[in-house]
């Protein structure tokens, strides 16, 4: 059985989170269990399909109404454990199923086709579900890692987006890439596997996957409405997304209509972009340790920096093919690339001031608030007007709420200090 979760020692096993409680998950594992084993739909005249398929309803048709939270939170963490099980079981049996190319039977094209068309998946989903399935029926050691429970889906999920294109370095970085996954959340194995995605692409005879896997679909409706989907390399993606929101500001909230989503606000600047609006300047910032900038990135993948500011991390082969353009700004740790003193000779924060307190400070300074540094406003501690220099000791980035705050709470100060 499977953990949902492996930080801070193992987590409860699929039926074990509210066997005594509920006597239904404990069914539905054992339904699960059931079709783990079985070869076909059906075993010595049981189908374990319908014993899930019961133990499904019977939770469904439950009356929860006075149960306390803790009975309601025991039941969830316990049904996500037997969906992360059956999970697994999908994914072994979607495995088997294409490698035997059942899905041409029907003349489906393919089998991400076969699924899109007849399960409630999209097709996106359905190329996951494929993709996965293909990744672990191709490793064993990883297969017994996720049959063990030492991993879940979600490792396998992201390991397997990750691998594509790499599969031979994969293999070579198996072992040590499942030690991680053993001792990390999905979201964190996620951030892990970015960074070894931008190692192996770095260390790979190949370029990198580039401008050549770049592409833009639009499709119409009857009605003539667009959709648009596409793949755009990560420093492409960071000059539109730079440039679209410069183009388009949040709204003001007390303004003369309701503020714009972030979605609606970039689809209006890049129709602005069409029409040949002139979009502000834009500059990419790149973050790398010198060891990966000098082409000996560390052996552990959650050691070493390369981070495309605002988007993550990216391949060091780019950087280096980048670093000559005076539009990237570069910050290799333990050098310096750009002066940064200012001094008393102006108040205006220059752009490359500006990247150095986001670089330095990466959210609000506020305590608590999380707003990426580089949507905040850049706050002098020490006001210009009481003699503070424009240097990177006196300046902190601020969000523009509790930058607004900060400066109340110092006019509230200063008007307490004159009364006094």
């Known amino acids: 059985m499977r953990s949902t979760h492996r930080r801070g020692g193992p987590s409860p096993r699929s039926g074990e989170v509210c066997a005594m409680q509920h006597p239904t998950i404990d069914a539905t594992s054992d339904a699960v269990r059931a079709g783990d084993a079985a070869t076909g739909t ?55 199923w294409d490698r035997d190319k059942s899905w041409e039977l029907d ?19 359905a190329s996951s579900l494929v993709r996965t399935a293909r990744f672990v029926r191709s490793f064993d050691t990883t297969a017994k890692a996720l049959d063990a429970g030492d991993i879940t889906t979600g490792h ?10 790499r599969a031979e370095t994969y293999r070579d970085h198996e ?27 770095d260390q790979a005879v190949s370029e990198p996957p580039g401008d050549d896997t770049d592409y833009l679909d639009i499709t119409t409706t009857f009605e003539g409405i667009g959709h648009l989907d596409g793949r755009l390399s990560a420093t492409a993606v960071k000059t539109l997304i ?58 552990d993948p959650t050691q070493g920096c390369c981070d495309l ?25 333990n050098g310096n690339s750009e002066i940064l003193d200012l001094g008393r000779r102006t108040r205006v924060v220059s752009p490359a001031l500006r990247r150095a307190v986001i670089l330095r400070d990466r959210t609000c300074t506020e305590e608590g608030c999380d707003v990426p540094a580089h949507r905040c406003d850049i706050h002098h501690v020490i006001p210009w007007q009481h003699h503070g220099p424009t240097t990177l000791e006196n300046l902190k980035a601020k969000c523009p709420t509790h930058h607004l705050k900060t400066h109340q709470r110092m006019e509230a100060d200063i008007r307490q200090h004159r009364r006094e």
């Not at 396998?156 to 294109?165: F, G, L, R």
């Not at 990390?184 to 194995?189: H, K, Q, Y």
């Open 242 to 299: 730079d440039r679209l929101d410069a183009m388009e500001p949040p709204d003001p909230k007390d303004g003369p209509r309701a503020p714009r989503s972030q979605a609606q606000r970039r689809a209006a600047a890049l129709m602005r972009l069409v029409h040949g609006d002139t979009p502000p300047t834009t500059t990419i910032d790149i973050v790398i340790d010198h060891e990966t900038f000098a082409g000996r990135p560390p052996a």
């Open 107 to 125: 003349g489906a094209r393919s089998p991400v086709a076969w699924i899109a068309h007849r399960a409630p998946l999209t097709r996106q989903d």
């Open 156 to 165: 396998a999920t992201i390991a397997a987006q990750a691998a594509k294109h």
């Open 42 to 96: 059906a075993r010595a005249g049981h189908d374990p399909l319908a014993g899930l398929s019961a133990a499904v309803a019977t939770l469904a048709g439950e009356d929860r109404s006075a149960w306390t939270g803790v009975a309601r939170a025991d039941l969830l963490v316990g049904l996500l454990s037997v969906r992360e099980r059956l999970d697994a079981v999908i994914l072994a049996v979607t495995g088997e």
């Open 309 to 333: 500011l605002g988007q993550g991390p990216i391949s060091p082969l780019v950087v280096r093919t980048l670093a000559c353009d005076a539009a990237i700004g570069r910050v290799v740790m």
């Open 175 to 201: 072992a040590v890439i499942l030690d991680v996954a053993r001792e990390l959340p999905v979201t964190g194995f996620r951030q892990v596997m970015q960074h070894w995605k931008a190692i192996a692409d």
